[in-house]
C-alpha cells in the first residue's frame, strides 16, 4: 500500500494551496480516507475525512476554508485548502482505512508553511 501526498509547500496569510493524495496497493473506492496534521510540538490531529458514501467531516477550525474530494477514478483525495492562516502550519498527512484495526494506512506526509 502508498499514499503519495504532494502540493504541499510555503505560503503566505490568506493563500491558498491544494494537497492530493495518490493512492495504490487498495480498492480505493471502498477506503474512508482522510487529512490529519501536526504541527511542532503538537499531537497530530484530524483536518478531514471523506466515506466511500461521500460523507464529509471537517475539524472546526478549518470549516469553511478547507474542502475535501475524491475522485475514484484516479485513486486520489484532494484536500483544497483557502485563506490560509500561521496556524494551519503542520505536516499534512493522507490516511486510508477499512476494517477497523486492521486496514490503516499513512502517506509520508507533506509541510505546509504559512507565512505572517
Known amino acids: 500500500v502508498q499514499l503519495v501526498e504532494s502540493g504541499g509547500g510555503l505560503v503566505q496569510t490568506g493563500g491558498s494551496l491544494r494537497l492530493s493524495c495518490a493512492a495504490s496497493?487498495?480498492?480505493?473506492?471502498?477506503?474512508?480516507m482522510g487529512w490529519y496534521r501536526q504541527a511542532p510540538g503538537k499531537q497530530r490531529e484530524l483536518v478531514a475525512t471523506i466515506t466511500s458514501s461521500i460523507g464529509i467531516n471537517y475539524a472546526d477550525s478549518v470549516k469553511g476554508r478547507f474542502t475535501i474530494s475524491r475522485d475514484n477514478a484516479k485513486n486520489t483525495v484532494y484536500l483544497q485548502m483557502n485563506s490560509l492562516k500561521p496556524e494551519d502550519t503542520a505536516v499534512y498527512y493522507c490516511?486510508?482505512?477499512?476494517?477497523?484495526?486492521?486496514?490503516?494506512?499513512w502517506g509520508q506526509g507533506t509541510q505546509i508553511t504559512v507565512s505572517s
Open positions: 490516511n486510508a482505512r477499512f476494517r477497523p484495526g486492521v486496514d490503516n494506512y
Open positions: 496497493g487498495i480498492i480505493f473506492s471502498r477506503y474512508t
